[in-house]
């Protein structure tokens, strides 16, 4: 197995130090790490945009916090899951598990119809209108893992 931790430069971000861990298999192509690599980085820049995005909707309609808290769990689980503090830890992200995060941030949201949103266009539009990034991917390297 290797571990591949993923940086990206602090002065490209306009929110979170964005780092993870990368675990895959010794002999799997460049290609494909790279792949994984730019998915992995989509999904998490999408929830630190859904997270941003839906608190401050959540701060500024002054939701009752009963009908909020299952939407909040699931950001704010989703948030810890995406944050650099799983590289720290030393924990590899999953791209599944992170669009597990997202498709529960967009369930709870569509459920919770206390968002202020005039139609349900501008909520699906806030889900498939994340901002695309370009990220240079400069250099990989392998670490071996002991097992």
Same mark, same amino acid.
């Given at each position: 197995m290797v571990q591949i931790h993923v940086k990206q430069q602090q002065q490209q971000l306009q929110g979170e130090e964005k780092q993870f861990l990368y675990e895959c298999e010794c &002999?799997? @192509?460049i290609q494909e790490i790279a792949k994984d690599v730019i998915e992995i980085h989509n999904l998490q820049s999408k929830i630190q945009y859904l997270v941003h995005a839906l608190q401050q909707r959540? !701060? #500024? !309609?002054?939701?009752?916090?009963?009908a909020a808290t299952p939407l909040m769990r699931a950001l704010s689980e989703a948030k810890a899951y995406a944050s650099k503090d799983q590289a720290l830890n030393k924990r590899p992200l999953s791209p599944h598990v992170l669009r597990d995060h997202i498709q529960t941030i @967009?369930? @709870?949201a569509l459920v919770n119809q206390f968002m202020g949103? #005039?139609? /349900?266009n501008q909520l699906q539009n806030l889900f498939s209108g994340t901002p &695309? /990034? /370009?990220?240079p991917l400069y250099c990989i390297s392998k670490?071996?893992?002991e097992l």
């Open positions: &002999a799997k @192509e959540l !701060q #500024s !309609q002054g939701c009752h916090p009963n @967009e369930r @709870e949103f #005039s139609d /349900s &695309a /990034s /370009s990220v670490n071996n893992i």
